[in-house]
T-cell receptor, first 112, second 116 residues
Framework: GENVGLHLPTLSVQEGDNSIINCAYS??????FIWYKQESGKGPQFIID?????DKRQGQRVTVLLNKTVKHLSLQIAATQPGDSAVYFC???????????FGTGTRLKVLA | GAVVSQHPSRVICKSGTSVKIECRSL??????MFWYRQFPKQSLMLMAT?????????EQGVEKDKFLINHASLTLSTLTVTSAHPEDSSFYIC????????????FGQGTRLTVV
């Protein structure tokens, strides 16, 4: 079901370093996964997606890895910048349901 | 990408009154829209799926008489929080997807509701 945590885990990284944000998804039937970035007071912004027939997908400075065996998703951000500071959510969906279930979220803090 | 617009972005209302939030898909037709609720430092919780021309589908634990959803056209869904109370204060976010297959969902900018 939906993951609702009392506290967002925080990842602090130095500017210029790579960031890795992890997510465990809940439904083994999910076959579409998305990473969103949410800045304070704003709605989620699409970053990258991946379908279950893939285990890796790359975008500009971002890479998503999918491990269906352990139901794990990760987002890698290369050369992290101050503008990357935000909360990152993974979301999972089952084809045809149009329903997204969001993970707990991770706050990324980029240190200058 | 497609644009989803939410209005208002912020609203303060008195306890006991009702508040309507609008969600519009600006450049595509959305037969299905979704309403989420987000408490501070928490994830998005799906409240309901809004279906154009038919009744909304509510998630378990969400009161349909409390959160009225209307999806009268292919570009507009509304969420009305009826008889609002302070515990209804939250960030409400809508999303919409373009028809066909698994595609990314586009989110509105959210509405911060404060009930005093």
């Amino acid at each position: 079901g939906e993951n609702v945590g009392l506290h967002l885990p925080t990842l602090s990284v130095q500017e210029g370093d790579n960031s890795i944000i992890n997510c465990a998804y809940s439904n083994s039937a999910s076959d579409y996964f998305i990473w969103y970035k949410q800045e304070s007071g704003k709605g989620p912004q699409f970053i990258i997606d991946i379908r279950s027939n893939m285990d890796k997908r790359q975008g500009q400075r971002v890479t998503v890895l999918l491990n269906k065996t352990v139901k794990h998703l990760s987002l890698q951000i290369a050369a992290t910048q101050p503008g990357d500071s935000a909360v990152y959510f993974c979301a999972e969906a089952v084809s045809g349901t149009y329903k997204y279930i969001f993970g707990t979220g991770t706050r990324l803090k980029v240190l200058a | 990408g497609a644009v989803v617009s939410q209005h208002p972005s912020r609203v303060i209302c008195k306890s006991g009154t009702s508040v309507k939030i609008e969600c519009r898909s600006l450049d595509f037709q959305a037969t299905t829209m979704f309403w989420y609720r987000q408490f501070p430092k928490q994830s998005l919780m799906l409240m309901a799926t809004s279906n154009e021309g038919s009744k909304a589908t509510y998630e378990q634990g969400v009161e349909k008489d409390k959160f009225l959803i209307n999806h009268a056209s292919l570009t507009l869904s509304t969420l009305t929080v009826t008889s609002a109370h302070p515990e209804d204060s939250s960030f409400y976010i809508c999303s919409a997807r373009e028809p066909g297959g698994n595609t990314e969902a586009f989110f509105g900018q959210g509405t911060r509701l404060t009930v005093v």
